[in-house]
């Protein structure tokens, strides 16, 4: 069945209403007419079975069914702080990509050699696109739980959340003596995990430095050089391979 991310407040009395996009999605691309069943969930881990009552050109409405709790979220809590690039179409790469793979969140951040930067106006129409592309990959992905999405103003910010994982670790190519694997097996099975990326000029020797005081683990993620919007997957499918797999 076709699944829908929906708030919880567009749950109420037994029956669901689906936003203009997601009624001109069941509509237009679907062609589904009442009668039809669809999939929702509320981003708390509970799906339901849903039969379509009313199909309009600005919403639609459902008759909730049976719930369940799918089994598809890993234990491991993954939070990916990815520097952002240049192109906007390589942030949402990481976010594509990271919730198919299973992350649990993403923190945008400016860094010393950053070329991008958000405020403002600017910020919200990209955090309104970024959660419309979190959402499409979680329903793709038969995910039970939206990841969350945030800017962040600057790379102090993320250190300074360091503490709040069991793990924190900073994926950074001139580190020689740490590799991403010995470090999670040196680890009694972390359960939320800070991966910090930098951007494609990299972190700076000063921000290695200020990561590893903040309490961050530098590691290698291999002896190739990576683009920014592949380490975090790489890196992000390593983790769950390893503590998971």
């Not at 958000?118 to 329903?139: N, V």
């Not at 995910?143 to 709040?164: C, G, K, M, N, Q």
Request: hydrophobic residues 40%; charged residues 25%.
């Amino acid at each position: 069945m076709i699944r829908f991310f929906v708030d919880p407040d567009q749950i109420a009395d037994g029956e669901v209403t689906l936003n203009e996009d997601d009624a001109h999605h069941v509509r237009v691309v679907l062609q589904m007419s009442p009668g039809g069943r669809i999939s929702v969930l509320d981003g708390s881990g509970t799906e339901w079975e849903a039969t379509l009552l009313t199909v309009g050109k600005r919403s639609a409405t459902a008759a909730l069914k049976s719930s369940s709790q799918p089994q598809t979220e890993p234990h491991t809590r993954i939070v990916i702080a990815q520097a952002l690039p240049k192109m906007a179409e390589k942030m949402e790469q990481v976010l594509q990509r990271g919730t198919e793979i299973g992350a649990h969140g993403f923190r945008a951040f400016s860094s010393t050699r950053s070329l991008t930067h958000l405020t403002g106006e600017r910020q919200e129409k990209r955090l309104a696109r970024w959660k419309s592309i979190i959402k499409t990959a979680a329903e793709q992905s038969h995910r039970a739980l939206l990841p969350e999405a945030f800017a962040v103003d600057t790379f102090e910010t993320i250190l300074a959340s360091a503490s709040e994982y069991d793990l924190a670790i900073l994926a950074y190519e001139d580190e020689r003596d740490k590799s991403l694997k010995a470090t999670l097996r040196s680890k009694p099975s972390p359960r939320s995990i800070l991966l910090v990326v930098g951007p494609e000029s990299g972190i700076t020797p000063q921000e290695a430095d200020d990561a590893r005081t903040a309490g961050l683990i530098s590691v290698s993620l291999g002896p190739r050089i990576l683009r920014t919007e592949t380490a975090a997957m790489a890196a992000a499918a390593q983790i769950l391979y390893e503590l998971e797999g």
